[in-house]
């Protein structure tokens, strides 16, 4: 998904991302970080504070509301974290570890990760014997089928549409509001749902992690409403919701811990504040003064606050710093002079200094360099180097390239970048001069940002943006983000380079109707740095999300396939006594 999406803080965050760090350029710290070292923690990959002990409050400090907690309309990264580790299951998750075994999927309502036949386009899940909701009744297959119906409708908007993309006779279908209902689930006994595909998918199971495929009983759906005071099928209930400002959750007493292999409910409560402002949750979580020391954050650590957590040891041995797994870009109109030719597209990939971008997007705690598109989650644990281009860029290849192309004197272009990102725009701006490539920078404000670089018709030349995978899957980034036969001329997301090549999107189709994940995986990662010689885009950093855990917790780590958010299955407190409940 577009990196807007990816976390609702993004747009409140991308102006202070553009602040960055004084003393990050250059040097040991830029060094280790294209190294693969992350200079902010030596936590990355690990579980910080031990194994948590049962019990007390879990405080979580959030500038914000929830954008969707109902989950047929739940798709941002940290709210479906939340949801379906605390609130409500899915028929598979993923593991509760942290690194690449992240990305490794695990049953969850269901026995098994699903049976396949018919090649890939027809999958059946046994559902575990003794699920239950909140009030003791029993969990059916009926109530996936009623949620995955639901996230259809027009009254439910915002949620995963993999079950529209890829159900068979799913066109035109707008929910089971008038007792309308798909005939591509079905529901054979109460422990058994099937679905019918329109076209081989082998990575279905990656697609029942999210909480379209969560269960919702008829009977307690409220429509709209229902965002307010989702039914628990998971560890913990609502035990009351004042928008904007509490969510208070208690256990839920009818989970049964045998049937779940992930979600260890350390807490006996978990209270979200809500409300407060960013740079008063960074000060109190560095403090971590009495309840705060049982805190964690909803979002990122503020750039401005990192100086005050790398520079003092004990403070900085709390900070996480996971990947977001989302790669930030230079997306070149490639249906446009000059950057119709791919010599001038890669003279922008070699000339782009991607260390001073680093630099411009908050420092080496904040952001990695970027050496392929796909994050390093779906190269198994770090991206490749294909190019092997300097990360400062190299002028000279540039210029090479340039001449080779026709244009020895350089050319003039201009790119559009977010208000919050005019630093990224004029370290690629000072980067792309050094080749001769003259940059005039356009500003807009993040609210319009993507409906301005979604106009396909008006738009400049170049772009800064991003795309997040939504599982850990090529099928989510790469067709996404390449396949020109989606290109809109309005509202044009993901392919913001226009990029419409026969070759690619034929190996695309090739691999989407692999029926063997694994063979699936692999070509997805040879397509990659396919397209990576063609340029379509210049690769720059890869985000991560800082975050600062109080004094008393334990358990706790950025998983990978939640956006380097902490995984609420695990996390907990190390004296539960400390933390006033």
Excluded at 479 to 501: A, C, M
């Amino acid at each position: 998904m577009d990196k807007h999406a990816c976390t609702s803080l993004a747009a409140a965050l991308v102006a202070a991302l553009a602040l960055g760090l004084s003393g990050c350029s250059g040097g040991p710290e830029a060094n280790a970080t294209r190294n693969g070292k992350n200079p902010a923690t030596t936590t990355n990959g690990q579980v910080v504070g031990g194994t948590p002990k049962k019990g007390g409050t879990l405080t979580v400090l959030s500038n914000q509301d929830f954008t969707h907690l109902d989950p047929a309309r739940n798709w941002v990264m940290g709210d479906m974290d939340f949801g379906t580790r605390l609130l409500y299951r899915t028929l598979v998750t993923y593991k509760a570890q942290p690194g690449a075994k992240g990305g490794e999927l695990v049953p969850d309502l269901a026995e098994d990760l699903g049976v396949s036949s018919n090649g890939a386009k027809t999958w059946t899940f046994r559902l575990k014997k003794g699920l239950k909701y909140e009030d003791g009744s029993p969990i059916s297959a009926q109530d996936i089928k009623y949620n995955v119906e639901r996230s259809f409708s027009p009254d439910l908007p915002g949620g995963p549409d993999y079950a529209a993309r890829y159900l068979a006779d799913a066109e035109g279908y707008q929910g089971p509001a008038r007792g309308k209902h798909l005939d591509s689930i079905k529901t054979p006994d109460e422990q058994t749902i099937v679905f019918e595909l329109r076209k081989p998918f082998a990575e279905f199971p990656y697609a029942t992690v999210l909480p379209t495929f969560a269960p919702v009983p008829k009977a307690k759906d409220k429509g709209p409403q229902y965002d307010n005071r989702p039914f628990s099928s998971g560890p913990y209930k609502i035990e009351s919701y004042d928008r904007d400002k509490q969510l208070l959750l208690v256990r839920n007493t009818h989970w049964d811990p045998g049937t779940d292999t992930v979600r260890k409910a350390y807490p006996d409560k978990v209270v979200v504040v809500m409300g407060l402002k960013g740079n008063q949750i960074d000060d109190r979580l560095i403090a971590g003064r009495g309840q705060d020391a049982s805190a964690v954050p909803w979002g990122k650590l503020r750039p401005e606050s990192t100086p005050k957590v790398l520079t003092k040891g004990d403070v900085r041995k709390r900070l996480l710093a996971e990947s977001t797994n989302c790669t930030e870009m230079v997306q070149l109109h490639t249906g446009r002079a000059p950057f119709d030719n791919v010599k001038v597209r890669q003279a922008v990939q070699y000339a782009l200094d991607r260390e001073s971008i680093l630099t411009a997007s908050g420092g080496p705690a904040l952001n990695d360099v970027a050496t392929a598109y796909m994050p390093g989650s779906l190269f198994g644990g770090s991206q490749p180097d294909t190019l092997r281009i300097p990360a400062t860029g190299d002028a000279v290849k540039a210029k090479q390239l340039l001449k080779e192309a026709g244009k020895p004197d350089g050319f003039s272009t201009s790119i559009t970048v977010s208000n919050g990102d005019k630093g990224v725009g004029e370290a690629i701006q000072q980067s792309l001069g050094r080749a001769g490539i003259k940059v005039t920078i356009e500003t807009v404000d993040p609210s319009a940002f993507y409906d301005t670089i979604g106009d396909t018709k008006n738009r400049t030349d170049l772009v800064y943006t991003g795309w997040c995978p939504d599982y850990p899957s090529g099928s989510t980034f790469l067709p996404f983000v390449f396949d020109g036969r989606y290109i809109k001329e309005k509202g044009n997301s993901g392919n913001h380079s226009l990029f419409r090549d026969e070759a690619s999107m034929k190996r695309m189709d090739e691999i989407a109707a692999m029926a063997d994940a694994e063979q699936a995986g692999k070509a997805w990662r040879e397509l990659d740095g396919q397209i990576l010689a063609k340029a379509p885009a210049a690769p720059a950093v890869i985000e991560r999300m800082p975050l600062l855990l109080g004094t008393n917790v334990a358990g706790a780590f950025g998983h990978t396939s939640f956006g380097g958010q902490i995984d609420y299955a695990t996390v907990g407190l190390k004296d539960p006594s400390r933390s006033g409940n």
